[in-house]
């Protein structure tokens, strides 16, 4: 199993410009997320989903969309790229089944915006 | 409005048993308690969680104390790449999408050799 991965590791981006993150997992969870964490900061909840077709925002979604065709994979888009989106961007999944929903992070996505 | 206290930053010896504290009075009966370390530069990886029971894994032990106000996680022999920040968090399992998890600043534990 890879578990979760994500891609690209690395990216800068000119302001306005957009971009996908991509993000896939192999455990068959229904649910997956996506964070960002800035410096010296906690992660913030973007936005998450329970299963192909089903997305909802979490805390800081503005600036972001997502999309969930499949159960492996929950891309995460920026449109309109600004300088406050500089961050790591951390997806992950879980199996969510009682006390089981531990979360299971990918390698992150680090993006800077100019 | 923080579920969680933790300290900043801690130092262990290497070798030594680290135990980390966390300060959790407002917790609710059906909230457990989970641990996540972030080692630098990589996504957080799961520790291990409990309800109101003392836990064990291959990792760590988690004490929670009998009011369930505070807990600490133990990790018996810390090594080198045990130097992390270490996140304590607070939800109800199952809980799923509703809010994920809610990180904290953590606290920095530091290995010394």
């Known amino acids: 199993n890879a578990g979760v991965t994500q891609t690209p590791k690395f990216r800068i981006l000119k302001i306005g410009q957009s971009m996908t993150l991509q993000c896939t997992q192999d455990m068959n969870h229904n649910y997956m997320y996506w964070y960002r964490q800035d410096p010296g900061m906690g992660l913030k909840l973007i936005y998450y989903s329970v299963g192909a077709g089903i997305t909802d925002k979490g805390e800081v979604p503005n600036g972001y969309n997502v999309s969930r065709s499949t159960t492996e994979d929950f891309p995460l888009r920026l449109e309109l790229a600004a300088p406050s989106q500089t961050s790591v961007y951390f997806c992950?999944?879980?199996?969510?089944?009682?006390?089981?929903?531990?979360?299971?992070f990918g390698p992150g996505t680090r993006l800077t915006v100019l | 409005d923080a579920k969680t206290t933790q300290p900043p930053s801690m130092d262990c010896a290497e070798g030594r048993a680290a135990n980390l504290p966390c300060n959790h009075s407002t917790i609710s009966g059906n909230e457990y308690v989970y641990w996540y370390r972030q080692i630098h530069s990589q996504g957080p990886q799961y520790i291990i969680h409990g309800l109101k029971n003392n836990e064990t894994n291959e990792m760590a032990s988690l004490i929670i104390t009998e009011d369930r106000k505070s807990s600490t996680l133990i990790l018996p022999h810390a090594t080198l790449r045990d130097t992390a920040v270490y996140y304590c968090?607070?939800?109800?399992?199952?809980?799923?999408?509703?809010?994920?998890?809610?990180f904290g600043k953590g606290t920095h534990l530091i290995i010394q050799p």
């Open positions: 992950a999944s879980s199996y969510m089944a009682g006390s089981l929903d531990t979360q299971y």
């Open positions: 968090i607070v939800r109800v399992a199952g809980g799923g999408g509703a809010d994920g998890l809610t």
